[in-house]
């Protein structure tokens, strides 16, 4: 491992799925330092609800920077109360320009059970086509085996969970250890 990427954080697949009126967040719970996995059973699959509003995120990147964000999407959606899209796109232009979130290091997937948004760093809030969603290591092992159960009779939950798996056979940073939250419009 290189000194430039000390600590040298891995880890993590979230995955959202939208399919006939739920949305399921699915994110696997294996945290990796270098080629040591430090943790199996994170929990980076939230649900959040600010005034009675229930929206899920989940995350990839580091944990503290992503709580931080977290906090931050929860007092914009307290300010705008189910205008989720509202709020990520204030959260994302926070992201942008101010200096200390600039530095943090996580992307979020959010939804209210209705939209779905991907939020980066760079001021992106980006609603997916196909009605699917991943980041992380195994992102986008996870995107296209989901891309290719949309169109069979399988559930939003059951393309979630298997489009983990597959992503957890393939990924060393992702593994099997879920947490799923659901939400329906």
């Not at 994302?92 to 959010?110: G, P």
């Not at 969603?133 to 169109?151: E, P, V």
Request: glycine share 12%.
């Amino acid at each position: 491992m290189s000194t430039d990427s000390f600590p040298g954080w891995h880890g993590t697949t979230i995955i959202g799925v939208r399919k006939n009126g739920t949305v399921v967040i699915a994110g696997d719970g294996q945290v990796s330092l270098g080629d040591t996995v430090i943790k199996g059973t994170a929990r980076k699959v939230r649900k959040l609800s600010p005034g009675g509003f229930d929206v899920v995120a989940g995350f990839a990147g580091s944990t503290a920077d992503a709580f931080t964000l977290l906090e931050r999407l929860e007092a914009k959606l307290e300010a705008t109360p189910g205008q989720l899209a509202r709020a990520s796109v204030e959260l994302a232009k926070d992201w942008r320009t101010d200096k200390y979130l600039q530095k943090l290091e996580a992307m979020l997937i959010v939804t209210d059970g209705r939209d779905i948004f991907v939020i980066t760093g760079a001021g992106d809030v980006l609603e997916p086509e196909h009605d699917v969603a991943a980041i992380g290591s195994g992102g986008n092992y996870a995107l296209a085996a989901a891309r290719g159960l949309m169109d069979s009779d399988r559930s939003a939950e059951e393309i979630a969970r298997r489009a983990m798996a597959i992503a957890a056979d393939i990924c060393v940073y992702t593994n099997g250890n879920l947490t799923v939250e659901t939400l329906a419009k």
